[in-house]
């Protein structure tokens, strides 16, 4: 029997409903074609605008609908002008990587031949790593809640054995995965500073752990100043890169940078029961409403998305349909044609989704994905 799957879908705040339109047709596209499964899409609303018309930012509905679905197609959410009465910023997924347990901050960087970067990449060698961030400990553990006196400020980092043992696990099947996709050689990199930090030593030891189950794939260790510099020097050296909160919140925006620019950086949010799939950026208010964001970015999201659903339910045509969306978007962008502005182009959201649509269905390229 064919199987269904529930997605929840945020579309969020500023350029985040241009951006989830186009995506959302390219999938029920993409589900309609393949006859190996099939996708339902509910309405999640939340963000700024909501809490602007409602004061809620996040009503217990749309929470029950992410608890309820299969994954979680999430655009961006936050507007500048809106807060909440103590200042801060409406973030409602930042609240539900906590609610949900999201562990494991997932950030692809692939930079293929022809794309242009701030890098140039030696003949035949593509970027093609993966950078895990840990996102409910580290040194945000103490996030609203670090000390400050007249003479001093202190924050706590935190890192437990329950969650490192949940992410390097994670960390590992991964690169399992990956290798076995033919896509890399199958090694996994721990970015720390055990040479400074106790808290770090422990972290590296529960990673030594988890790698001893794993001897058919290579584990390494890597200080993060140096893993910084190498990010920049040999970058395609790295398959799966796993590390602590902060250090994983610097490095993933070093990634986006690899990559061109925030336009084209996906990412996801996974935890053992839930995982929420979103771009990088944020909701863009000073192009929000001109037709100009890239959607690329939301693309490649919704395509970690079927791979993530593809391998947690073992199913082959969401992998497949994954690989070919990912594949499409890559292969615009290496062409340098049909680009939006933040890509030196001058295509607009639309033309960008149109372009992924034409690599899709056009009866050659739906002849090769046959
Ligand atoms: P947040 O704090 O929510 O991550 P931010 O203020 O750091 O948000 P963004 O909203 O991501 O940043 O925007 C940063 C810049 O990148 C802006 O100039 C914005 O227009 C641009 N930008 C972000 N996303 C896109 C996109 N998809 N297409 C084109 N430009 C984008």
Redesign the pocket.
Known sequence: MTQNFEIAVFEGD??GPE?TAPTVEILKKLAAQSGGYTLSFTDAPAGAAHYAKTGESLPKTSLDAARAADAILLS?M?LPDVRYPDGTEISPQIELRKILDLFAGVRPVTVRAGQMGPLTLPEGRDIDFVLIRESTEGLFYSQGAGEVTEDEARETLRITRKTSEKLFKFAFNLAQNRKDQGRSKGEVTCVDKANVFRAFAFFRALFDAEAKKHPELTANHAYVDATALWMVQKPWDFDVMVTENMFGDILSDLGAGLMGG??LAPSADIGEDHAVFQ?C???????AGQG???PF?MILSAAMMLDWLGTTHNNAALLADGKRLREAVEGIVSSGTGL?R?LGGSAGTADAAKSVEAALFTPASTAAAS
């Open positions: 500023g350029i951006i961006a936050g925030l336009g771009p950026h944020g909701s863009a208010p000073d192009i100009l964001a890239n970015a939006t933040d």
